[in-house]
């Protein structure tokens, strides 16, 4: 049973490109989750999605940012016209629906902005 | 709000030894968990101890425990006879216990040196 996979590892942005970073949950995980990780900065949750729903989108930031989780496919964390500001190493989470197990990550994208 | 603190930036231990990181957290619930997390240079975050509110007892898993302090709200991660693969940072998070998200609140992490 393959991990939480993420790509790609590494992804490099030009002022004003667009980020699109996938997520791919382990195989029954119907539950996603993305954090940005900010250097020398713990993890920021950003949203939380279950298969086509946006679940809680609580910490993600109103403008140029946004997700998705659909019926078929990996979860995708869009970054619009990307800034400096947004580069950032980039963690995925899959769950389960079962209560009592922990969210499982991946091992980011590390998106740098030039 | 819930917040997590960690008040030490970087820690270094001698190989063999023991040594504890330590964790303060707000909350106004009374079902949460609590949990540490080492991120190596490779950036997997890897669980390392998970802590249940309601449990009076402290979490062990081999060389890692926990001094989980209810009242005082404090969640410290004791290592022991450590290791150099060991040398990490080391988050420690909280998350709430109601409903279905286990969205995870973190703390700014400290830097665990080992010394040979």
């Known amino acids: 049973n393959a991990g939480v996979m993420q790509n790609p590892r590494h992804l490099v942005r030009r002022r004003g490109q667009e980020a699109r970073l996938r997520c791919s949950p382990m195989?029954?995980?119907?539950?996603v989750y993305w954090y940005r990780q900010l250097p020398e900065e713990g993890l920021k949750f950003m949203v939380y999605?279950?298969?086509?729903?946006?679940?809680?989108e609580s910490g993600m930031p109103k403008e140029r940012f946004s997700a998705e989780f659909p019926k078929e496919g990996p979860s995708i964390l869009r970054i619009q016209q990307v800034v400096r500001g947004d580069s950032a190493a980039y963690f995925c989470?899959?769950?389960?629906?079962?209560?009592?197990?922990?969210?499982?990550f991946g091992q980011g994208t590390r998106l740098t902005v030039v | 709000a819930q917040t997590v603190t960690q008040s030490q930036p970087e820690m270094s231990v001698q190989e063999a030894e023991t040594v504890t990181l330590s964790c303060t957290y707000d909350?106004?619930?009374?079902?949460?968990?609590l949990f540490w997390y080492k991120q190596p240079p490779s950036r997997q975050m890897i669980l390392v101890i998970r802590?249940?509110?309601?449990k009076q007892q402290n979490a062990t898993e081999n060389r890692f425990s926990v001094n989980f302090q209810k009242a005082a709200k404090s969640f410290s991660l004791k290592i022991s006879d450590s290791q150099l693969g060991d040398a990490a940072m080391y988050f420690c998070?909280?998350?709430?216990?109601?409903?279905?998200?286990?969205?995870?609140?973190w703390g700014l992490g400290t830097s665990l040196a080992v010394n040979p």
């Open positions: 989470a899959s769950s389960p629906v079962t209560l009592n197990t922990e969210a499982f």
């Open positions: 195989k029954g995980h119907s539950h």
């Open positions: 999605l279950q298969k086509e729903n946006i679940i809680d």
């Open positions: 909350t106004s619930e009374s079902d949460y968990y």
């Open positions: 802590q249940e509110a309601y």
């Open positions: 998070a909280y998350r709430s216990g109601a409903g279905n998200n286990r969205k995870l609140i």
